[in-house]
């Protein structure tokens, strides 16, 4: 046993490509973060913790993590509680994964957000950010002239 020393006659444990007698293998082992049981044989790790996989559960529905997983505050979630947890776009109903707008109230994806602008009454071109209005004509400060 490479913690003890005592002679290994017949079954043994490896951990790290080194031989260990139970005792020493059990004192050594990772422990499950939920169970606090031996993890021994396929295991799931997640940051520094180790897990069963019957024990890595999603926190709103409690199904086994078998695939992608998610994280909030220290829980685990499944991929469809995480999508079925995203704001969504009132236009289209695509999930907002990235930056959206918010407008009026509603959440919009970029594509819908800059299909909903204004075109500059002078140049023609998609007035975002700072503009100018007067009666329903929208311009960009730098296209708006008295003249």
Same mark, same amino acid.
């Given at each position: 046993?490479?913690? $003890? =020393?005592?002679?290994? %006659?017949?079954?043994?444990?490896?951990?790290?490509?080194?031989?260990?007698?139970?005792? /020493?293998?059990?004192?050594? !082992?990772?422990?499950? #973060?939920?169970?606090?049981?031996?993890?021994? =044989?396929?295991?799931?790790?997640?940051?520094?913790?180790?897990?069963?996989?019957? $024990?890595?559960?999603?926190?709103?529905?409690?199904?086994?993590?078998?695939?992608?997983?998610?994280?909030? =505050?220290?829980?685990?979630? $499944? &991929?469809?509680?995480?999508?079925? @947890?995203?704001?969504?776009?009132? %236009? /289209? =109903?695509? #999930?907002?994964?990235?930056?959206?707008?918010?407008?009026?109230? !509603?959440?919009?994806?970029?594509?819908?957000? +800059?299909?909903?602008?204004?075109?500059? @009454?002078?140049?023609?071109?998609? %007035? &975002?950010? +700072?503009?100018?209005?007067?009666?329903?004509?929208?311009?960009?400060?730098?296209?708006?002239?008295? !003249?």
């Amino acid at each position: 046993c490479t913690e $003890c =020393g005592i002679v290994l %006659v017949a079954r043994f444990n490896a951990k790290d490509g080194q031989p260990f007698c139970d005792k /020493c293998y059990e004192d050594t !082992a990772e422990r499950c #973060h939920v169970c606090e049981g031996l993890v021994v =044989g396929d295991s799931l790790k997640s940051g520094d913790k180790y897990f069963h996989t019957y $024990c890595m559960k999603c926190s709103v529905c409690d199904a086994e993590l078998t695939g992608t997983y998610f994280t909030s =505050g220290n829980k685990f979630i $499944c &991929e469809k509680d995480y999508k079925d @947890s995203l704001e969504k776009c009132d %236009v /289209c =109903g695509d #999930h907002l994964t990235g930056n959206f707008y918010k407008v009026e109230g !509603a959440n919009l994806c970029e594509k819908d957000y +800059k299909n909903q602008l204004s075109s500059c @009454s002078y140049c023609n071109k998609t %007035v &975002e950010g +700072k503009l100018l209005k007067l009666s329903e004509r929208v311009f960009h400060p730098d296209c708006f002239n008295c !003249a």
